[in-house]
């Protein structure tokens, strides 16, 4: 008898991903929407997505979804989640939109300890613009806007935004995850629903960082992509839990 | 027995909106606007579904606002023109995704950091807009306490009605004036029609989204024209003004919020020394109140604008009457106020002027 050992999660509309071959994106949509279908909780979801590549969540996801002015995902999730605070509410969010744009809102969202999930994509570049210099950019790294790479002087350092959320006493579950291997997207859609049932439990903030591939911008095959997060990336942005207060909070 | 108060204009408009169904407000510290957010700060406190949230930016306060309006609930915040101007990225988005909501503009001289003083400055940037794109702002100028609450209420009315974002643009004296006014009862929000579209969590309906980015040239401008057949329901719907002694008037005064009142005092002065001089007060910014000024430009050959800036309403005055009548203009920018004689002699030698060109 033939046994169905792999199909579209539920909540996955029936649409083909717009995104670049080998773009991290689409497997961070498959986790999110299965993590939604195995928490039992799409029908008092809403998602918030970005100015950026992933504006078109809601084309995948099939749940509520709002779409936010660049970098103000999380200030927007804020006013949902407080008028229904039954509902669970996440914002998505690229590291231009969080970590430059928007650092002033979600450092705030943090600090107020709203209760929200971040879903925080870090590529290290301005996906959608083709390719910019982003607050999470490598020193050395080459964009469109850094040519000769990311200079210290010019161009400051790489921002450790999830480090920073980790001060606060608000944030609750801070993880930094990748989606480079099957061990490390399983690790990922780990942290992804720990996040959302941190937010069940009224436990406060929670956000996952995901370390990214965006092949097209970076000039990389999708593997090579995904062999520079786990060897170089992963030297700035260390893969690891930043912080838990998970049983302290509850 | 008289359930009348004395209440500062800032105080009133938070108290009506309260009274209106507001159950969201989102703010930041700016003079001469504060004492609104601090009303607010007890006021949605005391109601136990009603939030306060001091922002950490006016960006962040509208856009917890687009929040809150995506759920369907009334929201409200308020600012004076520098934090307006920081604004404007939220308003263009909540007239994009067709969400209602309520800003109140409490302006103050500009522009830059300008003052706290009183001003008109920011007429252009409310009528036109403000935001990027191709949109509209119903404006509405209350020029008393009385009619800031009234006004309140019909903000949260049309925000609704239209799904667009409304404003209420005072002043700095308007927001720190006390004048008697009675709040009206509280609204039953059980009674308002419900919001199909809001967000709420797909539970037995298909998911909905709000969105704003339409990449495909032909469906934005699908919404713009959709949009723009709103615009033209409004504009034919509730354009609003009051007029003052204009039936047999020569002349007629043109101001708006507090440079009418200041007009009006200028009017009674000249009538009693036998002027033919009236006022028109728009009460409605956008849509301007075109056709009352068609109307009266059959009989008024001259209309004075009189506003507390360097001259922006007088375009709307001129586009309107498209040179039917002769346009003066007076103006006071920089938080200047004006007085009735100032006014009184501005209208004395203008009309002595027109009527001996006439004679």
Known sequence: MEKKVFQRPKYLKDAPFHYCPGCGHSIIHRLIAEVIEELGIAERTIGVPPAGCAVLAYDYLDIDMGE???????????????????????????????????????????????????????????????????????????????????????DGTPIDLSEMLAIPKGSTYIERTAVTSPKSIRQTKRAIKKAFKIQMEGLGFSLVEILSPCPTNWKMSPVDSCKWIDKTMTKTFPIKVIKDMTEEKK | MSRKQLMKG???????????????????????????????????????????????????????????????????????????????????????QELPAVIVNTMRGGPGLGNIAPSQGDYFQATRGGG????????????????????????????????????????????????????????????????????????????????????????????????ER?????????????????????????????????????????????????????????????????????????FLVFEMNTGQMVEDVKLSLEGRSNVHFYGRPGGTISTPDEIAKVIISLYHRQNKEEG
């Open chain 2, 132 to 227: 990027h794109g191709d949109y509209r702002t119903i404006v509405l100028a209350p020029a008393s306490v009385k009619e800031l609450t009234e006004l309140t209420r019909t903000s949260f009315e049309y925000a609704d009605k239209y799904r667009t974002p409304v404003m209420i643009l005072g002043d700095g004296m308007m927001g720190q004036m006390l004048e008697p006014v009675e709040m009206p009862d509280p609204i039953d929000l059980s009674e308002l029609p419900s919001k199909p579209w809001a967000l709420d969590g797909a539970k037995g309906r298909p998911s909905l989204f709000i969105r704003s980015l339409l990449l495909d040239p032909s469906m934005e401008e699908e919404h713009n024209w959709k949009l």
């Open chain 2, 10 to 96: 800032s105080h009133a408009i938070a108290e009506a909106a309260v009274r209106a169904g507001c159950r969201f407000y989102a703010g930041y510290p700016i003079t001469p606007q504060n004492e609104l957010t601090e009303y607010m700060s007890v006021a949605m406190d005391a109601i136990d579904d009603g939030t306060f949230i001091q922002a950490e930016s006016e960006l962040a306060a509208i856009n917890m606002i687009i929040g809150a309006a995506m759920t369907g609930a009334r929201a409200m915040t308020s600012s004076s023109s520098p934090g307006i101007s920081l604004k404007q990225e939220g308003i263009s988005f909540l007239a994009a």
């Open chain 1, 68 to 154: 936010a002015p660049h970098g103000r995902a999380a200030a927007v999730a804020t006013g949902i989640k407080r008028m229904l605070p039954d509902r669970i509410v996440f914002s998505y969010q690229g590291d231009g939109d969080i970590a430059a744009i928007g650092t002033a809102e979600i450092i705030h969202v943090a600090n107020r300890g709203e209760n929200v999930t971040v879903i925080f994509v870090n590529n290290g570049v301005y996906g959608m613009t083709g390719g910019q210099m982003a607050p999470t950019t490598l020193i050395g790294q080459n964009s469109t806007t850094t040519p000769g790479g990311r200079d210290i002087v010019r």
């Open chain 2, 230 to 302: 709103k615009y033209q329901n409004i504009t034919r719907d509730i354009p609003c003004f009051e007029t003052y002694m204009t039936e047999d008037a020569h002349l007629v005064v043109m101001a708006f919020g507090t440079a009418a009142r200041i007009a009006k005092g200028a009017v009674k002065r000249v009538r009693e020394i036998g002027l033919k001089v009236g006022l028109l007060r728009p009460v409605t910014l956008w849509p301007f109140p075109k056709r009352v000024l068609v109307e009266m430009s059959r009989v008024v050959k001259d």
